[in-house]
């Protein structure tokens, strides 16, 4: 999945383990809504496809294929492909899961009739050898459809200032001045966590260098959940007011559901969805 300034994040198996309880509660079924079922719904699967899952993690979007996909996983840590087989078993689904990185696929040419890749192009520091690794490795004529953040949003700008050196910097005096105890919203997060977020007319121009026409480019998660889950809201919300978060996210994905391929709304959504065909 992704690529590393430094330590690979996700090769710790204890992180590893964390990683799904982003999706778990009332806040975790919207994001997985937003993200998963939204990029799903983008692929016109038809008799039994071979898929790429392009930085699979642990699995999340297998188990929502339909059952006639014939699945391959793919990431860079070993940890969370473990733990997408033991989930690919559990729920008795079949697939296959391969260690390596995905702008060096070990795959032949033209082998997939599909490559989704959902939040992974961000970690990559080659994004345009990532997007032409997967058109090489589909069918002319074959779907790519990638979900990566919006870099033009209040959520991505805020992710770059806590990756920032000034997050850093802020965290250690707050740090001093609580005896090494702080906890602060404002401290650095993920010091080695690469990120490089992304807007439409950048996703539109790494597609057409790697020989994908665009076909669809809408936005997704109307709702600014991180907004909540960023300040520490989540728990509270989730505990006291989950019909009421229930209803708020009904409501904005029925929104989003009008709204999300239309001007503005598609430049300025959390993520932005982009689904090409590989051209011949």
């Given at each position: 999945m992704p690529?590393?300034?430094?330590?690979?994040?996700?090769?710790?198996?204890?992180l590893a383990g964390k990683y799904d309880e982003e999706f778990k509660g009332v806040i975790g079924a919207h994001v997985n809504r937003a993200e998963v079922d939204t990029m799903i719904e983008e692929f016109e699967i038809k008799?039994?496809?071979?898929?790429?899952?392009?930085?699979?993690?642990?699995?999340?979007?297998?188990i929502k294929l339909p059952e006639s996909v014939r699945y391959i996983g793919v990431d860079t840590s070993l940890p969370m492909l473990q733990i997408a087989k033991r989930r690919a078993k559990a729920q008795g689904r079949s697939g296959h899961f391969v260690a390596c990185d995905i702008t060096q696929l070990p795959f032949k040419n033209g082998v997939f009739d599909g490559v989704m890749s959902t939040r992974v192009l961000q970690h990559i520091t080659n994004q345009g050898q990532a997007v032409a690794e997967c058109a090489r490795a589909t069918k002319i004529g074959g779907q790519v459809v990638i979900l990566v953040y919006?870099?033009?949003?209040?959520?991505?700008?805020?992710?770059?200032?806590?990756?920032?050196?000034?997050?850093?910097?802020?965290?250690?005096?707050?740090g001093l001045l609580s005896g090494g105890r702080s906890n602060s919203l404002l401290a650095r997060i993920h010091r080695n966590y690469y990120n490089d977020?992304?807007?439409?007319?950048?996703?539109?121009?790494?597609?057409?260098?790697?020989?994908?026409?665009?076909?669809?480019?809408?936005?997704?998660?109307?709702?600014?959940?991180?907004?909540?889950?960023?300040?520490?809201?989540?728990t509270m919300c989730e505990r006291f007011i989950p019909r009421l978060l229930a209803r708020y996210f009904s409501l904005c994905e029925r929104v989003e559901a009008k709204v999300s391929e239309r001007v503005p709304f598609v430049y300025l959504l959390d993520k932005i969805v982009v689904k090409g065909i590989v051209n011949g």
């Open positions: 690529e590393m300034s430094a330590e690979r994040y996700w090769d710790d198996p204890m008799g039994r496809p071979v898929l790429l899952d392009a930085g699979c993690g642990t699995g999340r979007h297998l919006n870099s033009l949003t209040i959520h991505c700008l805020w992710k770059c200032f806590r990756h920032s050196r000034l997050a850093f910097l802020l965290g250690r005096m707050f977020f992304n807007s439409v007319p950048e996703m539109k121009r790494l597609f057409s260098k790697a020989g994908i026409k665009v076909h669809k480019v809408k936005g997704t998660d109307i709702s600014h959940i991180w907004f909540v889950t960023n300040f520490r809201l989540a």
